[in-house]
């Protein structure tokens, strides 16, 4: 069978590799599929494969959802151990050291209601002055977007803890646009009852490399590398490919 079965692959491992190592604090972000909060229960296709990786190296490992900007706070002061999913920047280089290895590479696209003439190159390169915008604190949307949104020119921009909220401050038109991982643009328009009403428009802000990140405070360089060996040769021999396609096929199946 060409795809590995994700459950087979974790109850296989479980039964031979105890994990003994002192855990390892992971903070992270809802940012739906990737990261998901199901009550008092953490999912995603990106916490499966963190917690894969990390069972592979037989290190334990704690993961909590916080507001990005908290988050970031966190593993800047020393207070957590790393963070994923994280795009890299100049200024989260002083305080993270990021994998070599990319864990996704991330759509970053607009949200606009159906029937909007919005065009991305035009909202990038053009004049936004009439524009209102719905971002999530401290998260980046690459280089371009960043750059746009820190030219402050802008009608108004919403700064929320969630991208939920963005979403709906779209479909009420308090925000005209709203800019976010494509994946997790998509998961949360059904899941909200929103895809009739919001398109995401195309094609993408830019293609965006996102990385798992551990504090400089806490001088993980070997874990690092390790992780960094384990996500290679997950890409090399096909678990990681499998990995991703068994968690959207179960997706599909509820």
Same mark, same amino acid.
């Given at each position: 069978?060409?795809?590995?079965?994700?459950?087979? #692959?974790?109850?296989?491992?479980?039964?031979?590799?105890?994990?003994?190592?002192?855990?390892?604090?992971?903070?992270?972000?809802?940012?739906?599929?990737?990261?998901? =909060? %199901?009550? %008092?229960?953490?999912?995603?296709?990106?916490?499966?494969?963190?917690?894969?990786?990390?069972? %592979?190296?037989?290190?334990?490992?704690?993961?909590?959802?916080?507001?990005?900007?908290?988050?970031?706070?966190?593993?800047?002061?020393?207070?957590?151990?790393?963070?994923?999913?994280?795009?890299?920047?100049?200024?989260? $280089?002083? /305080?993270?050291?990021?994998?070599?290895?990319?864990?996704?590479? %991330?759509?970053?696209?607009?949200?606009?209601? !159906?029937?909007?003439?919005?065009?991305? $190159?035009?909202?990038?390169?053009?004049?936004?002055?009439?524009?209102?915008?719905?971002?999530?604190?401290?998260?980046?949307?690459?280089?371009?977007?960043?750059?746009?949104? !820190?030219?402050?020119?802008?009608?108004?921009?919403?700064?929320?803890?969630?991208?939920?909220?963005?979403?709906?401050?779209?479909?009420?038109?308090?925000? &005209?646009?709203?800019?976010?991982?494509?994946?997790?643009?998509?998961?949360?328009?059904?899941? $909200?009852?929103?895809?009739?009403?919001? &398109? #995401?428009?195309?094609?993408?802000? $830019?293609?965006?490399?996102?990385?798992?990140?551990?504090?400089?405070?806490?001088?993980?360089?070997?874990?690092?590398?390790? /992780?960094?060996?384990?996500?290679?040769? =997950?890409?090399?021999?096909?678990?990681?490919?499998?990995?991703?396609?068994?968690?959207?096929?179960?997706?599909?199946? !509820?």
């Amino acid at each position: 069978m060409k795809w590995l079965r994700l459950g087979t #692959i974790i109850l296989a491992l479980a039964a031979v590799k105890p994990c003994l190592a002192r855990p390892v604090d992971l903070v992270t972000l809802e940012y739906p599929p990737y990261i998901e =909060m %199901q009550g %008092q229960q953490i999912s995603g296709v990106a916490v499966e494969l963190v917690r894969y990786v990390f069972h %592979q190296l037989e290190t334990p490992v704690n993961i909590t959802v916080l507001p990005w900007a908290r988050a970031l706070t966190l593993v800047k002061r020393g207070r957590a151990d790393g963070i994923f999913t994280a795009f890299k920047n100049p200024e989260r $280089e002083k /305080f993270a050291d990021f994998s070599q290895n990319v864990l996704f590479v %991330q759509n970053i696209s607009l949200m606009a209601l !159906k029937g909007s003439s919005y065009k991305t $190159e035009e909202i990038l390169a053009g004049d936004v002055s009439n524009i209102a915008l719905c971002v999530v604190n401290g998260v980046s949307y690459g280089k371009r977007m960043d750059a746009k949104i !820190k030219e402050g020119r802008f009608r108004l921009i919403f700064q929320k803890n969630s991208t939920v909220e963005c979403a709906h401050l779209v479909r009420t038109k308090r925000a &005209d646009i709203w800019v976010n991982n494509e994946f997790g643009a998509r998961s949360i328009l059904v899941r $909200e009852g929103l895809d009739s009403d919001i &398109d #995401i428009l195309s094609p993408p802000v $830019e293609a965006t490399p996102s990385y798992i990140a551990f504090s400089k405070e806490r001088s993980h360089a070997e874990l690092l590398e390790r /992780f960094d060996q384990v996500l290679f040769d =997950m890409k090399q021999d096909g678990r990681y490919e499998a990995l991703i396609y068994d968690y959207f096929e179960n997706m599909r199946v !509820k």
